[in-house]
């Protein structure tokens, strides 16, 4: 990665342009070419340093979504991840270090269709769930500096 | 609120925007209406604060950030508006959220994201958050990822 590949990744996290050709705009800020910038972000995309281009809508927006979390005996840990990560309404599932050692997000179109999801984890784990929607949010995503160093 | 053209944006986007010279005519070739359209929407969609931005969004996992540390503090109802407001105008705090506690056993309400490449980076980043909350925080955990096991976009 270069120093150009680090202005790509970290100046464009927002404001990038609603124009026909986004990337030759990119591109005249950096000096590079629309072509040189597509495979840059292609690049940086299949290396995994970029999980996509495009836009980030604000929760509860278009649909329903909860942060939701469970116990689960570490003997069961494997099956359980595996049970929630096969919902497609699971966009995010971690093991974090807790005795709640399972934490996940569930977006669907509807809090009804979040609620059902949750109940047929539960059911199928056998375990209870935790249910921790957002009541309030107190930022405002702008991205976040990279802090080259 | 968004309606049903608003939505497949939405679902044409959610993986993010084509690399291809003109991504925005590609969308709009998937949704079915012009060009012009789905920037204008999406302009709309700024504005109206449905889409918060639009941009790349860097994997701080690949980049080195291996410490993601979900902070949470127990701060009393009748505070969590200033806790929030202080909490969320920390720039290295990637999320600030208020949720509902489980008492006995999950008393925190106020969830405030991390990141860092080192551990000793985020025990500092934490202290920053206990020193500007001081007395609102009645108690605080971190709780840091030691596996992502699924990350995608927002999925419809």
Known sequence: MDKLDRHLLNDFQRDFPLVPHPYAALGEQLGMSEAEVIGRLAHLSDQGSVSRVGAVFRPHTVGGSTLAAMAVPPADLERVAALVSSYAEVNHNYQREHRLNLWFVVTAPSPEAVGAVLADISARAGLEVLDLPLLEHFHIDLGFDLKWS | ?156
């Open chain 2, 1 to 156: 609120m968004i309606d049903s053209i608003d939505r497949a944006i939405v679902k044409a986007t959610q993986d993010g925007l084509p690399l291809v010279e003109r991504p925005y005519h590609a969308v709009a070739e998937m949704v079915g209406i012009a060009p012009d359209e789905v920037m204008a929407r999406m302009e709309r969609l700024l504005e109206a604060g449905i889409i918060r931005r639009i941009g790349l969004v860097p994997n701080h996992y690949a980049l080195g950030y291996r410490f993601n540390g979900m902070t949470v503090w127990d701060v009393a109802d009748s505070d969590i508006a200033e806790a929030g407001r202080l909490v969320g105008g920390l720039d290295f705090v990637s999320h600030c959220y208020h949720r509902p506690r489980h008492l006995p056993d999950w008393p925190y309400s106020l969830f405030a994201m991390i990141h860092a490449r080192e551990r000793a980076d985020a025990d500092a980043l934490v202290e920053r958050i206990a020193a500007v909350l001081g007395p609102l925080s009645r108690g605080n955990l971190v709780l840091f990822s030691s596996r992502i096991l699924k990350k995608t976009g927002l999925r419809l």
